[in-house]
């Protein structure tokens, strides 16, 4: 991908400097600066020599910055002393002692009676932080990330194969490759820039892109070589179907699968279950065209795979996204250039969340059931071992089906939306609404703050400094430009005033959070990581700052990063290195380290079969179609940046639904048509798209949107998979019917027109209003 500046100035001239840092709003991390005039924001630039984004932006990291200037920005803590009364302003102070008081009263129940639910969109320092604090100091499970709903599955599908976390290839080795394979990944809206990337290494290697998403999304439209449109809930089948071809075509390494793999036995018996007139009807897809998939993928020594929430967002997420690391593993397409599997994220921080242990695994992937892991990690938090409770992490669907019997009365809340973001959004409403929640956000008019008892105002990006590490490990530095509105506090800043009220010591009395700033949190953090597979030792901010970005592992043996793991074919399963000893599929029954004892696979990779299973909640005579759930390249999660962004807004301002042609015309519903969708939890109300990017007897709704009836996760369920716990967000049964008739408004039609694929050209390729976005026009 050839260098190119974007840039986005609300000034005419030159600001008064520009602060380096990187965009928060996908997983590809892109390098920029940010404009500063007269202690504000003013704009953006590309980071031409970033080696992720070359200068690239995407439309919402060149135009979301306008948000930091919205007029519902919070700038007071609030409380609410009573249900049902209105919020209030307080000081800092008396929220804090508000917040002390409730917590120490729900503590007094036991240290599982409080959770803490965090976010993506924060750094490195922030998550350690927040970890030491729950994991360290109240030592309660009860802490996990929104991260849970869509990049919990990279880390159990990665762990699977490969027994630790941790992305195998990078953005580096789709520039080598002659084939990408794209699972469940709507590349050309949720990562622009990557899409840029992909499309310009298929033009300069002669390759071939394969899709495979139930719908024709923007990325088959404008890249695809082959769609494998199949069918919702057959992605296991689908990856057996391939296996089962690989197989019998003799297109599988077998001297690599001998000597570095475990499992190979039970994976080809398993598979001869999957002959292609088997799979092809499960999937709902031609013979043809899985044949021509498994061709290519056979023949093709250079070859990528990436895989995101199509794949993640369902009952057999860590399955079929394991299958994906078991295809590269019988080809030895892994751990050499231009080759391996990439489990991706859908934010920029989402791996810090899972390295730092404030989400569902312990800091630097430690295994909580390895007693050496948790002794290291007490004498590197100076408790002592016999009193450190490390209980196996909990996620906040449970979480939150225990706050619903009574088992959790105090939430914690950082940084996310989770009243819109959440399946099943109604029963979510009133569970959250039953507990003390307390609401840490950068906007007052977030959803969930809604149902606050305490609002605590935060600083955004921006306005504060730390680390974020990308979908391909790339640890990017973001300083400090301007300071935060009124008196909003770091989310940094927040939790260690929290420690410190609390009073969590160490064994020998000092306080357990002793750094007072990032830049010694993450000194600290440095010396928790070294020697674990997310190894950040060797690494320091103006080492970011002089390349860029830096991929983990950095250490003295990788002084500047590494481009790939595992290139010496040594993985990182050994018993007392991995991060887990496994789980059943299907089940989810974790193994013992008594069974991992019997595998020993000493440093091979796991082979993991498993057979596929038909979908919970199937279609019926009064729910007969199947919602799908997704994203818009104009918005990202729930809206509380982009929306406020006039340029992004007006491109979607408004919920959707497409609908095929064929159900469309039985239904009497035409462009532009009032629709509703109804459930057995809710209904939805929005804009009819008649379009045949879905497959008859199948919609599809953008779940960014929120209040007034328009939130898609209304109809989700709290049904998920078993290992990753990541919910089923991605198939829904519901009925649709017309409410009233009318007209498609300009910006209906032109989603429709991209949809279409009439514009085949990136979206991070286009200039949306440059120059011309003024603070003052952010739309609130």
Known sequence: MQSRIDINLAIGGEPDEWVHSACLLCSNGCGMDIAVKDGRIVGVRGQAGHPVSFGHLGPKGEHAWVANHSKRRGTVPMIRRTKGELLQPASWAEAMDFFVERFRDAWAQGHNNLACYNSGQLTIEELYALAKLWRGGLQSANIDGNTRLCTATSATGLMANFGTDGPVASYADIDQAELLCLYGHNVAEVQTVLWERMLAAKQANGGRIIVADPRKSPTVRQGADLHLQLAPGSNVALMNGIIHLLIRNGWIDRDFVDKHTVGFPEMEAMVRNYPPERVAKICAIPRAELETAAEWIGTTPHFVSTVLQGFYQSVEATASSSLVNSVHLLRGAIGKPGAGPLLMAGQPSAMCNREAGAGGSYPAYRNPHNEQQMRDLAECWNLDFDRFRHEVPNDIMSMMESAERGEIEFMWVIGTNPLVSLPDQNRSRRILDQLFLVVQDPFIDAETVDLADIYFPAAMWGEKSGCITNADRSVNLLLKAVDPPGEARSDFDVVVEVARRLDFKDREGAALIAFADPREA???????????????SGMSYELILEMGAVRWPCNDRHPRGCERLYEDLNFGTHI????????????????????????????????????WRRQPNPVSDKYPFTLITGRVVYHFHTRTKTARSEVLNRHAPHPYVEIHPEDAARLDIGLGDMVEITSPHGRWEGVAMVVDTVRPGEVFVPFHYGRDAQSANQHTWYARDPISHQPQLKSSPVAVR??????????LLERLAELNGNDTEPFAARIFGAATNDPATAAE
């Open 522 to 536: 993450f000194e600290e953090w440095r010396k928790v990581s070294k020697g674990r597979p997310c190894d950040y």
């Open 576 to 611: 007392d290195y991995c991060q887990t000893y496994g789980a059943d599929f299907l089940s989810g029954a974790p193994n013992t380290r008594a069974d991992y004892e019997r595998i020993d696979p000493k440093g091979k990779a796991f082979l993991r079969p498993v057979q």
């Open 738 to 747: 017309r409410l009233s008739f009318g007209e498609p408004e300009p910006w």
